[in-house]
Structures are given as structure tokens and as C-alpha cells.
């Protein structure tokens, strides 16, 4: 079997007892009260399970260990996935190289690259009377890093000018923005018809400039009076969205020489974040609540319901060119120690498991020992597109997020916060730096997917990096990029292996015969299974998570030049 065959064993193994555990431990609201008693004196076999799942996780680092002693490790050459499990193996591959000769999109047919923002995070000052996150989370300013002043891009000529001028500069072909919810929505389901008119006009311009429009609805900055009123755990509220979508999309999506206005249509930005996480377990978000699993679960499940009623609503009225989506952030959590392991598991489970499973099952349900087994009653993901929006896969130290992998570079990076020294691999958000998320993440998404036995188009609809220093940025994008071609060659890889799933991805017979190269199934399944990139962001932005700092994401500067490091994006 080998060392990496006993490891992956024991993954396993972990996968089916918490399970197991979550199952046998997770209380429903149906129970009666005696199960609700009984439950807590099950402890103890939590702990002794969590336990061993702890040391589970420390044999399988030990085994690896050995093998990279004992054994010839595979090359990042030959199987890209050991850049995952070791970062140095980064240093191996010519980046370079395999970017601009042979990287795979490059058979890809209209492959978007663009950039994404938020009018929110662009210019937090015009919605001082607005939106919720002022009201509860003013911005702080650096005036070392003025933010963008999205209304001017939006309300006057020269603004619009401007805009165009800083795409074309990038060299970029998809734009993604947002509708500007706080002041684009009135009560009752009703819009703003003049801020509408107006984001119409800026995005006429683009698109007769050569640069596809796609728009997110609800990206996390919504209205104080919805917000007041209970956001989306009030039905009331989640009635009005839908309404609101039902009147704007149709306007969003008329016709402009022969072609949708907007291509891409996505109600939510990532409902696991902002809905439940962020707002009711984490208390990073307003209303700043702590550990309130089932409200959380609530409002995600009464989200995607209204997502799957305004998909259903409006397909078939709108171009059938126009797709119709949402965005999910893949957020990983890995624990440095073992014993923080039911720790990311419990939170990574809310954030990301819950999402991933309910793309594979079409049943959004949530499992957490002692703490809930709730189902709720939303159908299957209804959609023609999914974004998957990731930035790292979290390193998770007793301290908080770590620049490594594994429980010594957790001591190592201890040592030196306390002693104030350079932590390396780190970026101002504080992330760790990990292009080869973005392959994980694709890859995750994409296998649920296939496991459903459903063909979805998907996009990275966000990545990116938070840094001041360009060899780092310049670093990041191109191990990134290379690390989509990857991801894209791995998931036609395992499409071709299954007969049903190549059959659903090739459009004719004549597709299926073994005579035809792998390069050949790549041109015709690729643009099918990922469409695009777009780097977060356009330039300087507030940060939902880090509201008293400005930080260093986007690929261009406040005077639309792009940053050093960015133009091998």
C-alpha cells in the first residue's frame, strides 16, 4: 500500500468516525426531552473520539514524515497535488514555463480573466445613511491608501471614462460588480429606478468596449431598514429580495446590440460567510452574535430558498444567453495540532461542509455534536453557474492563523510574533499564502458535482492576496494561475475516466472516441466545467473582515495603473 496509502487510509478512517460522531451526538429539534438530557452524558465518548481523531491526524503527518525519509516522493512534475501537502515542492516547477508556453487555457476558448468588486467596499462613505455596515461598523481611512469613489464611476461621464480606462489598462475582459443593494433597494420589494439607470449606462460603456458584465445582488452590505426588520431570518424581508430581483434583473439583463446587457447574474455573495458564519458564529459581522448555530443554519437555508424562487421565477423570462448563479467561498481550515481539530471541524462544517455537501446531496442539512441536526426544507441548488470565490486555506494554530503547515511551524511562528520578527509566507489580511487553494477548492467544488451527476458550469469568481510587496504579489498570481490549469486538467481527467460524465460534457458521439487526444476532450469539456477567473480586486478596498485597516488586495492602483507584480495576471 505504501506510506501515502496507509495515510490516506487513516483520513478516511477520520472522515467516518466524526461522522459517526456528529450523527450519534447531534441533537434535533424534534427530540423529546429526554433525548435532549440523555445526549450530554455522551460527552465523554466525543472527547475520547475527538482524541483519537487528534491522533489519527498526527500518525498520518508522522507516516508522511517517514515516506519523505525512507521513500522517493512523487515530483510536483508529475502529480501537482504534493505542492498541497508540501509548499517547498512550489520551488520545483517551472512556473514560468508551463504559464506562458503551455498552460492549459490557453486552448480554452473566450476564458475569462477580469477583476470583481463591491460598490460597498469601494467607496464606504456614500453609504454613511444606508447600509448596515456603517451604521454598525464605520470604516475607518488611511490616507495613505484613498479608497476609490465608486458613485463618480457611476453618476458622471467622467467617471464612467475612468472606469473603462483602468480595465483596459489591466487588460482584462470580465468585470464583476455589485448592484449597490443599500441604495438600489426600496421597501416593499421596490428599486431605486435612478441608481439602476445609472449602473445601466456605466455598463453599457463597458460592454461596447469589449468587456463582459457580470453582478452580484446582495453582497453582504444590505439596507438599514432590512437589516433592522431581521435581515434574511424575517420572511417578510426574504419576500421583498425577491421581489426586488424579479424587477432588477430583467432591466440588468435587457437586450444591448444582440446581446444580454449582464451575462451573469448572482443574487447571493457567499451566503456561508455572510449568512450564517460571519453574523451569528464568528461575531465578525453585524449583528456581531457568538455560537448561534441553528439562527445561522436558519437565514443560509431562507437564502438559498429565495436564490432557488428567483431562478425559478425568472428563467425562461429573461435571454436564455443570461445565467443565473451564486457564489460560494471554499474556506478551509486546517488545525497545526491535533487537539484543535473538533475546533475546525465544528467551523469549517458551518462555512463550507454544509454548502458542499448540499451541491452534492441537493439536501441542505447541518450535523454538530451537542448542538444541532437540523434539515432545512430548501430544494436542490437550482443555478446554470457556480462562483467559487477562495483565498487560502487556513492554517489554524492555538494563536489564530499560522504561515505554515504542521505544529513546529506553529511554534517557530510563535516565537517569532513574540519577538516581533518578519513572519514569512504571511499576508496583511493575516492569510497564508497558498496559490494551490484555489486547485483544492476547484477541485472540491467540481467533485460535488460530478458525484451528483450534474454538469455545472463553474468560475473563481474571487482570489487574490493582500500584500505591499510585488514579488510576493507577482509570486502568488502566477503560482495561482498555474494552479488553475491544473485543477482544470485534474477535473477532465477524472470526467474522462467516467463514461456517464463524458457522455453529459461532449456535445456529439464523435467526441467519445478514444481516438481523440487528451488536448482535443480538454478544448471541449474545459470551458464547460470552468469558464473564467477574477482577481479580488480592482483597486484599494475596505475589507469586510479587517474594518479598521485598508487593505492591499487588487491588481491595480488608485490612479489605474497597474500594481508591480500584477501584469502577469
Not at 457611476?154 to 487588460?171: M, S
Not at 443560509?300 to 444567453?321: C, D, F, V
Request: aromatic share 12%.
Amino acid at each position: 500500500m505504501g506510506i501515502d496509502g496507509i495515510g490516506s487510509c487513516i483520513d478516511d478512517t477520520q472522515d467516518v468516525l466524526t461522522d459517526w460522531l456528529a450523527e450519534s451526538l447531534s441533537p434535533s429539534s424534534k427530540d423529546s426531552w429526554m433525548g435532549w438530557a440523555v445526549r450530554p452524558l455522551f460527552a465523554p465518548v466525543y472527547m475520547i473520539g475527538s482524541f483519537y481523531l487528534g491522533l489519527g491526524q498526527l500518525c498520518v503527518a508522522l507516516f508522511r514524515l517517514i515516506g519523505s525519509v525512507f521513500e522517493e516522493t512523487a515530483s510536483a512534475k508529475e502529480d501537482f497535488s504534493v505542492v498541497g501537502k508540501d509548499a517547498s515542492q512550489w520551488e520545483k516547477i517551472d512556473v514560468d514555463n508551463q504559464l506562458y508556453d503551455n498552460s492549459p487555457l490557453k486552448d480554452l476558448p473566450r476564458f475569462g480573466f477580469g477583476v470583481a468588486g463591491a460598490a460597498y467596499q469601494r467607496d464606504p462613505e456614500y453609504f454613511k445613511d444606508h447600509a448596515q455596515w456603517y451604521t454598525h461598523a464605520p470604516p475607518s481611512k488611511d490616507p495613505a491608501k484613498p479608497l476609490p469613489e465608486w458613485h463618480r464611476e457611476i453618476e458622471t461621464h467622467e467617471g464612467r471614462q475612468a472606469l473603462l480606462a483602468r480595465l483596459q489598462k489591466l487588460k482584462v475582459n470580465t468585470y464583476r460588480m455589485s448592484v449597490a443593494l443599500p441604495v438600489s433597494m426600496k421597501q416593499g420589494g421596490d428599486y431605486d429606478e435612478k441608481k439602476i439607470s445609472q449602473i445601466v449606462a456605466t455598463c453599457k460603456l463597458l460592454r461596447d468596449n469589449g468587456i463582459r458584465i457580470e453582478v452580484t445582488l446582495h453582497h453582504f452590505a444590505e439596507p438599514n431598514y432590512f437589516f433592522d426588520a431581521g435581515s434574511f431570518h424575517n420572511q417578510q424581508n426574504v419576500r421583498e429580495f425577491v421581489l426586488f430581483a424579479e424587477k432588477v434583473i430583467p432591466i440588468l439583463t435587457q437586450d444591448h446590440k444582440g446581446e444580454p446587457l449582464f451575462q451573469c447574474i448572482y443574487p447571493f455573495n457567499e451566503i456561508g460567510v455572510d449568512g450564517d458564519f460571519s453574523r451569528k458564529v464568528r461575531g465578525a459581522f453585524p449583528p456581531f452574535h457568538l455560537l448561534r448555530f441553528r439562527e445561522a443554519f436558519e437565514a443560509a437555508g431562507n437564502m438559498l430558498a429565495a436564490h432557488n424562487e428567483i431562478y425559478t421565477s425568472l428563467k425562461g423570462k429573461i435571454s436564455e444567453k443570461v445565467k443565473i448563479g451564486m457564489t460560494h467561498q471554499v474556506l478551509r481550515l486546517v488545525p497545526v495540532h491535533p487537539l484543535l481539530y473538533p475546533i475546525t471541524y465544528v467551523l469549517e462544517k458551518i462555512a463550507n461542509g454544509i454548502f458542499i455537501d448540499y451541491f452534492r446531496t441537493g439536501v441542505f442539512a447541518c450535523r454538530i455534536p451537542f448542538i444541532m441536526n437540523e434539515r432545512h426544507t430548501v430544494g436542490p441548488y437550482k443555478g446554470d453557474v457556480l462562483g467559487i470565490q477562495v483565498y487560502t486555506r487556513a492554517q489554524i494554530g492555538i494563536t489564530g492563523s499560522v504561515p505554515q503547515q504542521g505544529f513546529l511551524d506553529w511554534i517557530v511562528d510563535l516565537g517569532r510574533r513574540i519577538f516581533g520578527l518578519p513572519r514569512p509566507n504571511m499576508t496583511k489580511m493575516p492569510f497564508w499564502e497558498d496559490p494551490y487553494a484555489i486547485y483544492d477548492a476547484i477541485l472540491d467544488v467540481r467533485q460535488a458535482f460530478h458525484d451528483a451527476q450534474r454538469k455545472m458550469e463553474c468560475k473563481v469568481t474571487e482570489f487574490g492576496i493582500s500584500t505591499d510587496d510585488s514579488e510576493q504579489r507577482a509570486r502568488y498570481m502566477r503560482r495561482s494561475v498555474h494552479s488553475v490549469g491544473q485543477a482544470i486538467c485534474e477535473a477532465v481527467r477524472r470526467i474522462v475516466r467516467d463514461p456517464s460524465a463524458l457522455e453529459m460534457y461532449m456535445s456529439s458521439e464523435k467526441y467519445t472516441k478514444e481516438s481523440y487526444t487528451f488536448k482535443e476532450r480538454l478544448e471541449i469539456i474545459g470551458p464547460q466545467i470552468l469558464s473564467g477567473i477574477l482577481v479580488w480586486t480592482l483597486d484599494t478596498s475596505w475589507e469586510w473582515d479587517d474594518p479598521k485597516n485598508v487593505q492591499s488586495f487588487g491588481i491595480g492602483t488608485p490612479e489605474g495603473n497597474p500594481k508591480k507584480g500584477s501584469v502577469d495576471y
